[in-house]
């Protein structure tokens, strides 16, 4: 089972880009790796997912090194809306193998 | 885009008393649906995997008797707190998966349980 490693927290000005990193050291070959999103009291909302190299879509970018050892979740331009925890999960649903780690916590500043 | 919700958004009951959490995937049929608890300023911590048809698997340290999960229908699974007590107050969180290719989940809003 894939453990995953992320900062506790983060800060950041408005409008400038965050990375965050999620070191998953044990991920296996079936591992997807995918990006959540939390606010408090809701459940958490899907970013992104990926399996290797890089994923864009309209909110985010997911960045993967070819040993797939860690991955980067890249917000552009962040506002205040995006403070948040950020959750990397990586493992295989189908399998039910899958760990959540500790999460991120972004505070965007003004 | 997929969209999973959850019934009650919150609820309060007296200790002893039985509460049913209901998630339903809106859009989707789902085989697969996960139930989660997380208290405040923790991750999600996952209780059991539901799968349509057959029998929930629980994770190591969740007492099945008392967490009583059915799924039902494709679209529908139901958590069931037996005789609850205040420990038991929690966020509990669903997810589905959308297909058992893509290892998605996607999230309900979460119901959150108050036992006096």
């Known amino acids: 089972l894939a453990k995953t490693t992320q900062p506790i927290s983060m800060d950041s000005y408005e409008g400038q880009e965050v990375n965050i990193t999620c070191s998953h050291n044990?991920?296996?070959?079936?591992?997807?790796i995918t990006w959540y999103q939390q606010f408090p009291s809701q459940g958490p909302r899907f970013i992104i997912q990926g399996y290797k190299t890089k994923v864009t879509n309209e909110v985010a970018s997911l960045f993967i090194p070819a040993d797939r050892k860690s991955s980067t979740l890249s917000l552009p331009r962040v506002s205040l809306s995006d403070t948040a925890v950020y959750y990397c999960?990586?493992?295989?649903?189908?399998?039910?193998?899958?760990?959540f780690g500790t999460g991120t916590s972004l505070t965007v500043i003004p | 885009g997929a969209v999973v919700s959850q019934h009650p958004s919150w609820v309060i009951c007296k200790s002893g008393t039985s509460v049913k959490i209901e998630c339903r995937s809106l859009?989707?049929?789902?085989?697969?649906m996960f139930w989660y608890r997380q208290f405040p300023k923790q991750s999600l911590m996952l209780m059991a995997t539901s799968n349509e048809g057959s029998k929930a698997t629980y994770e190591q340290g969740v007492e099945k008797d008392k967490f009583l999960i059915n799924h039902a229908s494709l679209t529908l699974s139901t958590l069931t707190v037996t005789s609850a007590h205040p420990e038991d107050s929690s966020f509990y969180i669903c997810?589905?998966?959308?297909?058992?290719?893509?290892?998605?989940?996607?999230f309900g809003p979460g119901t959150r349980l108050t036992v006096l």
């Open positions: 997810s589905a998966l959308t297909s058992p290719l893509t290892d998605t989940q996607y």
């Open positions: 999960l990586v493992g295989a649903a189908t399998g039910n193998q899958f760990y």
């Open positions: 044990n991920i296996a070959t079936n591992d997807y």
């Open positions: 859009d989707f049929q789902a085989t697969t």
